[in-house]
């Protein structure tokens, strides 16, 4: 059996324990039946449990193993003997100097800080030949696909920072048009992912063995752009990411991630921003966002691969971020059937013509998640093209599915707003309304139209504004 493909089987067997890191179970810091009731007082305690990594001070510079920095030369194996380098000896920093550095994925190991230098930009290969096949989540369903470009697995105190750039070198003529999107490249008769992904996601309905979902060649299913998957004490500060496949920072079943300062910029198909899925302790903060998707997008799995694996994503701190286009800044959702519980933005600013929603929640009755304990404040939104907070429950397959979506204890305070079509868009499904949401002191300005809010249970406004004029919760 092939190193590849024991290393697979190895991380199918371990998905079985989602939070099982390094041997040791993770507890989750509220159980179910506390009696405590989350609030913006427990932040602190949130941000005190976000461990940052440990890297040793060992420092090897990539032209150390031969790489040259011409935008020509394949430095694919230089980066990979470079980590081997550092992994033998117990880890250390990886210092890309300035220049241009062609490579394929990069794997990194535990106790390694992937550090690009200002003036340096790892462009990384388009030829989907260059990608191995690996164990991963694609839309929120496990399976084996092309590598992320970056990628770990398994791993402790990792890091990619610097002043540089990761250039995932998508465009309208390569992986963008897998979409199948005539905006993005695609033209009638060309390849895209459609069926590959239909298949993909029975797969995860019926219980189809992970071994056994084998993409890759041929499937047409982007690879994500820095993915990190059950690793805990993750930093990613600093960097720009730019002309991603598709997700950009996606850490997957990890505990412990701090992304910090990033530029995000990427106007392809799905390219959300940053997208935590079944994380537990995640600080986003001081970034900027500029995408085709979702600026920032928690999830937590899709449907039955979502409810098997059944891990939350909790304990999120997103602050001090700003974004432009998108269509939703802080989302929560839609691959969110493992839950989300307490979840804190603050001091964001929202503003492009671009920009569909500010806050945006997105369940149904396929996903089923429980999604409680989001809160939000001290938001300035310049202009967004439709809802300032939208929570839908109609979102996709809406009511068409057996399992009850779960919206409940939302908090909105102190968020301005300079241009929208409505202030609040709230759709809760008929069996399932949306329970418990409370706006606090928001001004809304310049507001098109009427809010909606249909099979809502407990809309609240308490000095609320909309075009200057106090504004009731709408009935």
């Keep these: ?144 696909n092309y590598s992320p470009l970056v990628y770990a697995i398994d791993c402790h105190d990792i890091a990619i920072t610097g002043k540089g750039t990761l250039d995932g070198g998508a465009t309208d003529e390569i992986w963008w048009p897998w979409k199948g999107k005539a905006a993005h490249g695609w033209r009638a008769g060309m390849a895209k992912q459609d069926a590959a992904r239909n298949r993909l996601f029975a797969m995860g309905e019926t219980g189809v063995p992970v071994a056994s979902r084998v993409f890759g060649d041929g499937s047409y299913l982007r690879p994500n752009f820095i ?16 002309r991603s496949p598709m997700w950009q920072v996606h850490p997957v079943l990890c505990e412990s991630v701090i992304v910090r300062g990033l530029t995000i910029d990427a106007a392809g198909p799905n390219t959300d921003g940053c997208d935590p899925e079944s994380c537990r302790g995640v600080l986003i903060e001081d970034c900027f966002f500029n995408t085709g998707d979702d600026c920032i997008a928690i999830k937590s799995g899709r449907n039955g691969d979502g409810r098997r694996i059944g891990v939350a994503s909790e304990d999120i701190v997103i602050r001090n971020c700003t974004m432009r286009n998108g269509h939703g800044a802080a989302t929560i959702g839609s691959e969110i059937s493992g839950g989300v519980h307490r979840v804190f933005v603050e001091k964001c600013r929202m503003d492009s013509p671009n920009l569909v929603h500010a806050l945006r929640i997105k369940n149904n009755a ?25 929570i839908d429950e109609t979102y996709e397959e809406g009511a068409n599915g057996p399992f009850q979506p779960v919206v409940s204890n939302v908090f909105v305070e102190r968020v301005v707003s300079g241009k929208s079509a409505m202030a609040v868009d709230v759709q809760g499904l008929a069996n399932a309304p949306v329970d418990g949401v409370t706006l606090k002191d928001c001004d809304f300005a310049n507001v098109a139209g009427a809010s909606i809010a249909r099979n809502v249970r407990g809309l609240e406004f308490h000095g609320v504004t909309v075009n200057g004029k106090p504004a009731a919760a709408p009935a």
């Design 227 to 242: 993915q990190p998957y059950r690793c805990k004490n993750v930093l990613i500060e600093g960097v720009t990411l730019k």
């Design 366 to 390: 396929m996903r089923g998640g429980k999604l409680e304990w989001l809160y939000f404040r001290d938001i300035a939104v310049g202009q967004v093209a439709r809802a300032v907070l939208s």
């Design 1 to 144: 059996m092939s190193a590849n493909r024991r290393g697979f089987l190895a991380g199918v067997a371990a998905s079985a324990l989602p939070w099982r890191v390094l041997g040791a179970p993770v507890r989750a810091r509220f159980a179910d039946t506390d009696p405590h009731i989350p609030s913006w007082d427990d932040v602190p305690a949130i941000l005190g449990g976000i461990a940052p990594p440990i890297i040793p001070a060992r420092r090897l510079r990539l032209t150390e193993h031969g790489a040259k920095g011409d935008g020509v030369f394949d430095c694919s194996d230089a980066f990979a003997r470079a980590i081997a380098d550092l992994d033998d000896t117990g880890g250390g920093w990886l210092i890309v100097p300035a220049g241009a550095w062609s490579t394929g994925p990069i794997h990194l190991k535990s106790n390694i800080n992937l550090h690009v230098e200002e003036g340096a930009t790892i462009r990384f290969k388009t030829d989907p030949h260059a990608f191995p096949i690996v164990f991963t989540r694609w839309e929120g369903v496990e399976l084996m």
